[in-house]
């Protein structure tokens, strides 16, 4: 790939490290995109993605890949799922990209959340509300699933390294 900026880290699945990643990722695009607003969006559509990665990850290996190619800013993370969270979370973003209006749609998963016994079942519904990102999938043999979160930004938006 020809990314303007990117970078790309796998690690074994744990939840500690979702902050310090997201912390890496606000300070390293903070760097190279002078909008603030769109680095804490990212910032905040990485650590959802993240979190939902390692907690479901039924193997030793989560990734994240986060890369800006002007003008579309994409977040990616992958990981090993079992049949049951696979089919969980194909079904919720399915349900999220039905949804017509983002911030209804969230606001309909905060109070699904009130009766949720495992989980807030809201990070996606933020990444598409509050990063304002659109949300997709790719499964890849069977049990491997890529969750990408993505934008585009305005040219005023952009800039280049620091």
């Given at each position: 790939?020809?990314?303007?900026?990117?970078f790309?880290?796998?690690?074994?699945?744990?939840?500690?490290?979702?902050?310090?990643?997201?912390?890496?990722?606000?300070?390293?695009?903070?760097?190279?995109?002078?909008?603030?607003?769109?680095a804490?969006?990212?910032?905040?559509?990485?650590?959802e993605?993240?979190?939902?990665?390692?907690?479901?990850?039924a193997?030793?290996?989560?990734?994240v890949r986060?890369e800006l190619?002007?003008?579309?800013?994409?977040?990616?993370?992958?990981n090993?799922v079992?049949?049951?969270?696979?089919?969980?979370?194909?079904?919720?973003?399915?349900?999220?990209?039905?949804?017509?209006d983002?911030?209804?749609?969230?606001?309909?998963?905060?109070?699904?959340?009130?009766?949720?016994?495992?989980?807030s079942?809201?990070?996606?519904?933020?990444?598409r509300?509050?990063?304002?990102?659109?949300?997709?999938?790719?499964?890849?043999?069977?049990?491997?699933?890529?969750?990408?979160?993505?934008?585009?930004?305005?040219?005023?938006?952009?800039?280049?390294a620091?």
């Amino acid at each position: 790939m020809s990314a303007a900026a990117y970078f790309h880290l796998s690690f074994a699945p744990n939840i500690k490290l979702v902050s310090t990643v997201r912390r890496f990722t606000g300070e390293f695009y903070r760097r190279i995109i002078p909008d603030e607003d769109v680095a804490a969006r990212l910032a905040l559509a990485t650590h959802e993605l993240l979190e939902n990665a390692v907690a479901y990850a039924a193997d030793g290996d989560t990734g994240v890949r986060i890369e800006l190619d002007a003008p579309n800013l994409t977040v990616r993370t992958w990981n090993r799922v079992k049949s049951p969270q696979l089919h969980d979370l194909t079904t919720a973003i399915d349900e999220l990209n039905k949804a017509p209006d983002a911030d209804a749609y969230y606001q309909q998963m905060l109070m699904r959340a009130t009766t949720r016994t495992e989980g807030s079942g809201l990070g996606l519904a933020r990444i598409r509300a509050e990063a304002d990102m659109a949300v997709s999938y790719q499964i890849e043999g069977g049990d491997r699933v890529c969750v990408i979160a993505q934008t585009r930004i305005a040219p005023e938006a952009r800039g280049g390294a620091a």
